[in-house]
């Protein structure tokens, strides 16, 4: 399969160790072969339609800064001419995240669907702008389109429900989705220490970012929850009809009085017919909801299978290429590969 | 949840302990025990009276199955007063906003009754944390009392945390 990568950050790159890591396995188990013909980041992109060297593209982008250094590669914004004039059977789009004008990954997805590409994409941003919209766009133009990175990271939160779960009528979606948020409530738990000095200690090893608002104010599981919403209830639901409260006013001692009563705080978003929010709750120690670090969790309510929880790491360039293979591995079976 | 059951026992030696071992190993705890000796059945058995705490429906299920395997007979079988109880954590300024109040809001309700209260003061013009233990004699009371509690919280500039379970 000819692959287009739109966004070379961490993401595609640890989607491009995994091609190179898993060549001989996709071939002999699958029989597909991946073959990046192009890749594309801010500031320019390197195209080779006979594929280009990953392990080559990986080492320029490093020590370079861009795709662009690649032999061959050219500079400029180049996103669009090469998702729309290279040949491609894939486009990934794994750009950044903006949840107001899902831009510029909302424009990638369309032009790549107009164009006859399939599409894979790990950003939530064109998901929460524009759910309905793609979806459609995606059938009208005949092309696969997948998203399972969008939420929980490696945990097969989208595909397990539709697929597996596909018998069951599913009522209700919990889930513990922002692993910033889950790190910081547990190590306030864990050292009793207060919120301000967990978070800087989170800033310092990287896993909450330098402006943390999206996660602690809870708007990054609600993005989560809206697509879950869409893509599993199949409600027509937009950011704003979630309810969403942070975990900023979140004391220690308020984890302290609820571990007393043998229960913890976590920030869980809650999806099910006419309600969608986002907020702080106790869970029972135990719970399969009460994971610690930077773990994500997810359980569905369901009429028969009554309740299915799962549990795995919801972030990380190695772990989310999980997702992001697992969907290109599904297209190729769907395609009849 | 707090159950009450009556059970009937043959009047010999070393039954109440054939009873009490499935309550205790499937995690009940024991809170009183009523011997009716002056009832006795016409088959000469004799009621006693049990309340004790269990965790959950799925437990209290398991106690009663392992019960009847042992041959002892339940005749009544009803949660108690006060039975279900509900946790809620509020942050915020809960002193200067009329701790009182609040829990006055909750007790007027029929059936419900603050049951515990536990309070962690913030520094000085910090938010303080309070943990409330509602008792309520059904779950439909239960709800109430939570729903109450979460409007009074939304006037007076309170995070609520409620129970996951909670609706």
């Known amino acids: 399969m000819r692959i287009v990568l739109v966004g070379f950050g961490n993401l595609g790159k640890g989607l491009s160790r995994a091609f190179i890591q898993k060549a001989g396995f996709l071939r002999k188990t699958h029989g597909l072969i991946p073959r990046v013909v192009a890749a594309v980041d801010e500031f320019g992109a390197a195209v080779d339609e006979k594929g280009l060297n990953l392990a080559g593209l990986l080492k320029t982008a490093e020590k370079r800064g861009t795709v662009a250094a690649y032999k061959g590669g050219k500079r400029g914004k180049l996103a669009l001419k090469v998702i729309e004039d290279v040949e491609a059977d894939v486009v990934y789009d794994l750009t950044p995240t903006n949840i107001k004008t899902g831009e510029p990954g909302l424009t990638h997805i369309k032009r790549a669907m107009l164009a006859g590409k399939h599409v894979i994409t790990s950003n939530k941003g064109p998901l929460v702008v524009a759910f309905k919209e793609l979806d459609s766009l995606a059938r009208r133009c005949g092309i696969e389109f997948r998203y399972s990175a969008s939420v929980g990271g490696a945990v097969p939160v989208i595909g397990l429900a539709r697929k597996l779960l596909a018998g069951n009528e599913i009522r209700e979606i919990r889930g513990v989705l922002n692993g910033t948020t889950n790190y910081l409530l547990t190590r306030m738990s864990t050292e009793g220490a207060p919120f301000e000095i967990v978070l800087r200690e989170a800033q310092e090893l990287g896993i909450a970012e330098k402006d943390p608002t999206l996660d602690i104010e809870g708007i990054d599981t609600a993005c989560k929850i809206t697509i879950l919403a869409n893509s599993i209830l199949g409600v027509n639901a937009k950011l704003k009809d979630v309810k969403i409260t942070g975990i900023t006013r979140v004391r220690s001692e308020a984890i302290r009085l609820a571990r007393e009563a043998g229960q913890v705080i976590k920030l869980v978003g809650v999806a099910r017919q006419g309600l969608l929010e986002v907020g702080p709750k106790l869970i029972p120690v135990g719970h399969p909801l009460a994971v610690s670090g930077t773990l994500n969790a997810v359980t569905f309510e369901l009429d028969l299978a009554r309740e299915i929880s799962i549990t795995g790491f919801g972030a990380g360039p190695k772990e989310t290429s999980s997702s992001l293979l697992g969907d290109l591995i599904d297209i190729h079976r769907t395609l009849g590969g | ?167």
Not at chain 2, 31 to 55: C, W, Y
């Open chain 2, 1 to 167: 949840m707090l159950v009450r059951i009556v059970m009937e026992l043959e009047d010999v030696p070393g039954q109440l302990l054939k009873a009490f071992e499935p309550i205790s190993r499937f995690g009940g705890n024991i809170q009183s025990i009523m011997h009716q000796r002056e009832r006795k059945t016409p088959l000469g058995r004799v009621p006693v009276m049990l309340v004790f705490e269990i965790g959950d429906r799925a437990r209290l299920n398991r106690i009663l199955g392992a019960l009847r395997a042992r041959g002892v007979r339940v005749t009544q079988l009803g949660e108690r007063e006060g039975a279900v109880r509900a946790t809620a954590l509020l942050i915020g300024h809960i002193i200067h906003t009329d701790l009182r109040d609040t829990i006055d809001r909750l007790n007027v309700l029929k059936g419900v009754m603050v049951s515990d209260l536990s309070l962690a003061m913030g520094d000085p013009g910090k938010e303080s944390t309070a943990r409330i233990t509602i008792a309520a004699d059904n779950e439909k009371r239960a709800n109430l009392a939570i729903s109450n509690l979460q409007r009074i919280a939304d006037r007076k500039k309170l995070l609520m945390i409620t129970s996951l379970e909670a609706r």
